[in-house]
Each structure stands twice: as C-alpha cells, then as structure tokens.
C-alpha cells in the first residue's frame, strides 16, 4: 500500500529539479530537463493519487494519499537539506521500485 507515497516522493523531486535553486551543479544520470521535471512531478503526484484511490477506494484512498503525501514530502525536506544528492538520487530510483511493487 506504500507505493503511493514512493511516487509521491519521486513527484516531489521532480518538481525540485524543475527549479534551478535545487537542481544539482554535476548532473545526474536520467535527470529530465527542467522543462519536463514540473510536468513529470505533476504527473508522478496525481498518479500516486490514482494508485491510493484504486487500492483503497475513494474515501480511504484520499485519506491514505493525503497521509503518505504528508511522509514523503516530509522525508524529501529533510533528506534534501542533508544529503542533497542522494535526494533526488533516490527520486529517481523511486518509480522503478514502486512499479515493481505494484507488479508483486
């Protein structure tokens, strides 16, 4: 049930590499351009959204999605004022487990 706060996490990265105040110096492997990261990170978020409300139903769903939005995000704050990244490292890693997650 947690693969809606794992996309949510890669949508919360994507839309801080669409800024250029978080986006790393070195560039990282698979990182989109800053045009396409706003987009994406939107896209990431309404998806995790759609996968809480298709697991758990309407009610449920948003109450789950509104709770892991929460957890992620706050994770992603934290994580990216530490170790900045390996933040948007694991944003992009993030997808690929959850889609695997969601294939078990």
């Known amino acids: 049930m947690f693969e809606a706060g794992l996309f949510a996490y890669a949508g919360f990265a994507s ?17 989109p351009a800053p045009g396409r990261a706003g987009p994406i990170g939107w896209t990431l978020l309404n998806l995790s959204l759609a996968i809480a409300i298709v697991q758990l139903g309407a009610a449920q769903g948003l ?10 995000g706050a994770a992603f704050v934290l994580l990216l004022s530490w170790q900045h ?3 948007i490292m694991i944003g992009i890693a993030l997808p690929f487990a959850a889609t695997v997650f969601l294939l078990l």
Request: glycine share 4%.
């Open 63 to 72: 109450v789950a999605w509104t709770g892991q939005l929460c957890v992620a």
């Open 85 to 87: 990244r390996m933040a």
């Open 15 to 31: 839309l801080a590499v669409a800024r250029k105040k978080h986006r790393p110096a070195r560039p990282l492997p698979f990182l």
